[in-house]
């Protein structure tokens, strides 16, 4: 799998990546937010043979590479989970390399796999799962379209605690719409 949109190229993560993607994923502070931070190299290594090795498949998440167009350098991940009736819903999760925040990547890297899942792959819904206290997070979602859906109180058990989720999503026919207006 591989995209392209006006900076980036979106495409499968390799096992010549796994230093990139351990030198931006390992750091816990900057990914406070995330629910996997590896430790080692290993862990790395075992990520990237354990992933789905295609795109598409129910109740499979699937990771993407965000590099950078000219330069090669890797910016980040996106992690696509399909699931649902007829495998047209998908959940989204980012994760940015700190030295790459505050660029337009994110932004540009999701609008571009969105368009993606609902034009070419005709996906019905798009959703993510965001933590009420990553407001960068819930900014980047509102700024690129996706609606808030609602906040579930306490509702996941996540690293030894119950904590609040909150629910961002965006339909076909709204993305198509909004996109004709931009």
């Known amino acids: 799998m591989q995209l ?3 900076r980036l190229v979106l495409r499968d993560i390799t096992s010549s990546d796994k230093q990139a993607l351990f030198d931006y994923r390992s750091d816990g502070q900057a990914n406070k ?7 080692t190299l290993e862990d790395v290594e ?3 043979e354990k992933s789905t090795k295609e795109f598409n498949q129910p109740e499979s998440w699937y990771q993407l590479l965000i590099t950078h167009k000219d330069t090669k350098a890797v ?3 996106i992690g696509i989970h399909f699931f649902g009736i007829e495998n047209l819903q998908v959940e989204l999760g ?14 540009e890297a999701l609008a571009g796999i ?3 899942l609902f034009n070419d792959l005709e996906k019905h819904r798009i959703m993510t799962s965001i933590d009420p206290d990553n407001t960068d997070s819930i900014k980047l979602m509102e700024r690129i379209g996706l609606r808030k859906e609602g906040h579930f109180v306490k509702s996941l058990f996540w690293k030894n605690n ?4 909150v629910i961002y999503a965006v339909l076909q026919e ?3 719409t909004n996109k004709k207006t931009d």
């Open 94 to 107: 980012i994760t940015l390399n700190k030295s790459f925040q505050g660029k337009g990547y994110a932004s």
């Open 75 to 77: 910016i980040g991940d």
């Open 114 to 116: 969105i368009d993606f």
């Open 33 to 39: 937010f995330q629910s996997w931070i590896p430790e």
């Open 4 to 6: 392209h949109t006006e």
């Open 46 to 48: 075992r990520f990237i």
């Open 162 to 165: 119950w904590v609040d989720d």
């Open 174 to 176: 709204e993305w198509n």
